[in-house]
């Protein structure tokens, strides 16, 4: 979860409160206006235990949903015990937070939790007009129920279709990894088929430098399985695939391209030429072409860009972070779902990627570390002896 998001949760969260509490304040004041002031003092602390379990519902949303039921069904149920002088009905706190209760069940739960928590809420309001159907209060609690219901399938489906769209994106990106495999796979090969063929004039010619050569046979084998194995399983199929170079090249056309349509880019790029993996470099081309492309969409006031790609013996990581001001609309967009596929990627090849707002100074930052997996070169084979 970005930092964004979390505050929004946070925020959201608080003004939940705040609204729980003017609707305790509100039902407690016109209980004691109509009944006494003795009488509020019930209806509040079914509220308070209603609305409190109402704000900690993520953490549980099943059972503090049935904790608001049991206490809205009390709720109906104890003013009518004999000798019992209490108002009767579900306070407008109480409906508020249940309808709380019961879309997040709505939203969140499986479809048989979502059901039963709905229908048992459903049962407590016809019990409602059943007690008292000449009152407000039934009509309340059955539009609570309503609200409370739409907006946990609404929520639910809205849900799904991110969830959906994530999913597509992730698996799109696997394909285009398969793409950049077959890519690897036949560079190696080919490498490895030059090499077997030298090798037959070697031994024509000199044979005593045939294990030398097989050695090194057997070194582009070991580097193409290794290669194999860190992007194997992960599929992808798109025209804009990003170079499989054992370097790092094409930055410097992708940046210069994209100085012609949004603010200069200042590229800072490693002094040697490291023989990197394929799929390290493909990865950091794709993640610079991605948070351009988002610069352009969401960013455009940007006024300059720098984009760092820096090597260590452990790893390559790759920064592009820009000086637009926030905006409102910015930290929706930011964490868009072309970053689900780059996050998808960078995990794989046991990075991790971030993605938000620059710590201290205006701006976005997205960072990705790749780790560059070490190469062991195969033992030296002994001196092949002729047959005496």
């Not at 006024?303 to 790609?309: A, F, G, N, P, Q």
Request: glycine share 8%; aromatic share 4%.
């Amino acid at each position: 979860m970005t930092i964004p998001d979390r505050w929004v949760g946070v925020l959201s969260t608080a003004g939940l409160g705040v609204a729980f509490l003017v609707a305790i304040a509100v039902q407690s004041l016109a209980v004691a206006q109509t009944w006494g002031a003795a009488y509020w003092v019930p209806g509040c602390v079914a509220a308070v235990v209603v609305c409190g379990v109402a704000l900690v519902r993520r953490r549980e949303r099943f059972w503090t949903a049935v904790a608001g039921l049991v206490v809205a069904a009390l709720a109906v149920l104890v003013p009518l015990l004999p000798d019992t002088r209490l108002p009767v009905g579900l306070g407008p706190a109480l409906v508020l937070g249940l309808a709380v209760l019961i879309g997040s069940a709505v939203r969140a739960l499986s479809p048989v939790q979502a059901g039963a928590i709905a229908g048992a809420g459903l049962l407590i309001v016809a019990g409602q007009f059943a007690v008292k159907p000449a009152s407000a209060v039934p009509a309340i609690a059955a539009a609570a129920w309503l609200a409370g219901v739409g907006t946990g399938l609404l929520l639910r489906r809205l849900d799904d279709r991110a969830r959906n769209l994530a999913d597509r994106v992730r698996r799109a990106e696997r394909l285009e990894l398969a793409r950049e495999l077959h890519d690897i796979v036949a560079h190696h090969v080919t490498g490895m088929l030059i090499q077997t063929q030298a090798t037959q004039v070697i031994a024509r010619r000199t044979p005593e430098k045939v294990p030398e050569s097989l050695i090194e046979i057997e070194a582009a084998g070991t580097e193409a399985m290794a290669a194999m194995r860190r992007v194997l399983g992960l599929l992808r199929d798109t025209d804009d695939a990003a170079p499989a170079t054992p370097r790092p090249e094409g930055l410097t056309a992708l940046v210069e391209r994209f100085s012609r349509q949004g603010p200069p880019v200042h590229l800072t790029m490693p002094d040697d030429e490291s023989d990197w993996p394929p799929e390290v470099t493909s990865t950091v081309h794709r993640i610079v072409q991605e948070a351009l492309t988002n610069v352009l969409r969401h960013a455009s006031h940007a006024t300059s860009l720098d984009v760092t790609v820096a090597r260590d013996a452990e790893a390559v990581t790759v920064e592009v972070a820009d000086n637009a001001p926030a905006n409102p609309g910015r930290l929706h967009h930011r964490a868009g779902y072309g970053l689900i596929g780059m996050r998808e990627r960078v995990e794989t090849l046991g990075g991790f990627l971030y993605a938000g707002p620059r710590p201290g100074v205006p701006g976005w930052s997205v960072r990705a570390t790749l780790p560059v997996p070490h190469r062991t070169a195969p033992a030296r084979s002994l001196p092949i002896e002729e047959p005496r």
